[in-house]
């Protein structure tokens, strides 16, 4: 996804407590810089400041980095000669969205025993159902248009 200024993310959204990949094909890759550094931190005051070498690739300069909980994800970039882009002095700065939880199964909540019950019944209602109406579909056209033939048992049995 492009966001803004030659920056592009590998995901639409960033979330909270996720890793999520930087490219970077700025003012730096195209001057050829031998080494870029991308400058980061959470919040409107750049909480958990941290500094990460990127990799130099043919689609720009990568880096992962771990998104921590935070309003906003704040960068610029600085390469080895000491200058920086970091978007005319407002750097560059996108909202952090927070993780969907209800989907989320925790390893310390116990599971209830009487949901899977409920599930389990409602399973082979559906099961029972599907079959009466099978049965319905396939035997009352017959029985209605007289084609339905009992097995008749002899009861003339000859000993």
């Given at each position: 996804?492009?966001?803004?200024?030659?920056?592009?993310?590998?995901?639409?959204?960033?979330?909270?407590?996720?890793?999520?990949?930087?490219?970077?094909?700025?003012?730096?890759?195209?001057?050829?810089?031998?080494?870029?550094?991308?400058?980061?931190?959470?919040?409107?005051?750049?909480?958990?400041?941290?500094e990460a070498k990127m990799e130099k690739?043919?689609?720009?300069?990568?880096a992962e980095v771990s998104l921590t909980?935070?309003?906003?994800?704040?960068?610029?970039?600085?390469?080895?000669?000491?200058?920086?882009?970091?978007?005319?002095?407002?750097?560059?700065?996108?909202?952090?969205?927070?993780?969907?939880?209800?989907?989320?199964?925790?390893?310390?909540?116990?599971?209830?025993?009487?949901?899977?019950?409920?599930?389990?019944?409602?399973?082979?209602?559906?099961?029972?159902?599907?079959?009466?109406?099978?049965?319905?579909?396939?035997?009352?056209?017959?029985?209605?248009?007289?084609?339905?033939?009992?097995?008749?048992?002899?009861?003339?049995?000859?000993?």
């Amino acid at each position: 996804m492009e966001l803004t200024k030659n920056i592009f993310f590998n995901t639409d959204k960033l979330i909270e407590n996720s890793t999520v990949k930087i490219s970077y094909t700025g003012e730096f890759f195209q001057d050829d810089s031998e080494e870029v550094f991308i400058h980061y931190g959470f919040g409107l005051n750049w909480d958990n400041v941290s500094e990460a070498k990127m990799e130099k690739t043919e689609l720009g300069y990568q880096a992962e980095v771990s998104l921590t909980d935070g309003e906003t994800f704040n960068f610029c970039f600085k390469n080895n000669n000491g200058r920086w882009d970091n978007n005319n002095g407002t750097n560059y700065v996108f909202p952090i969205e927070k993780a969907e939880t209800e989907l989320i199964a925790l390893e310390d909540e116990p599971v209830s025993l009487g949901s899977a019950r409920k599930l389990r019944k409602t399973y082979l209602w559906s099961k029972k159902i599907r079959l009466a109406v099978y049965k319905i579909i396939t035997y009352l056209p017959k029985i209605i248009s007289g084609n339905y033939k009992r097995k008749v048992t002899n009861t003339n049995d000859k000993g």
